[in-house]
């Protein structure tokens, strides 16, 4: 079993930035982690992506060389930071985490077996 907890999201005005973190307790921290968003009426999203060994990122082409993925093992964590807000970028957001191996897609919500109950951020224009 892992438990997420997501903290970090608020309130920040267009251009600005925000640091998302997500702690992971449970089993051992070795295990591929993500980050999705979702805003009212869409579908989850894809944000980025990390595996547990080598670092390897991936990132959605909406937030690459905005939004920066990064994990510390020694202290179960993975963070995301977010610059260059924009208020499309408003919406709920979740870390995830992969326990079950590198088969299949990382890009899709259904890769993950574990979920945060999300934190909201809000970009206001």
């Known amino acids: 079993q892992v438990q997420l907890v997501e903290s970090g999201g608020g309130l920040v005005q267009a251009g600005g930035s925000l640091r998302l973190s997500c702690a992971a307790t449970?089993?051992?921290?070795?295990?591929?982690m993500g980050w999705f968003r979702q805003a009212p009426g869409k579908e989850r999203e894809f944000l980025a992506a990390?595996?547990?060994?080598?670092?390897?990122?991936y990132y959605a082409d909406s937030v690459k060389g905005r939004f920066t993925i990064s994990r510390d093992n020694a202290k179960n964590t993975v963070s995301l930071q977010m610059n260059s807000l924009k208020p499309e970028d408003t919406a709920v957001y979740y870390c995830?985490?992969?326990?079950?191996?590198?088969?299949?897609?990382?890009?899709?919500?259904?890769?993950?077996?574990?979920w945060g109950q999300g934190t909201q951020v809000t970009v206001s224009s």
């Open positions: 449970g089993r051992s921290f070795r295990y591929a």
């Open positions: 990390i595996t547990w060994t080598t670092f390897n990122t």
């Open positions: 995830a985490a992969n326990t079950r191996g590198y088969s299949g897609n990382r890009y899709e919500p259904l890769w993950y077996d574990y």
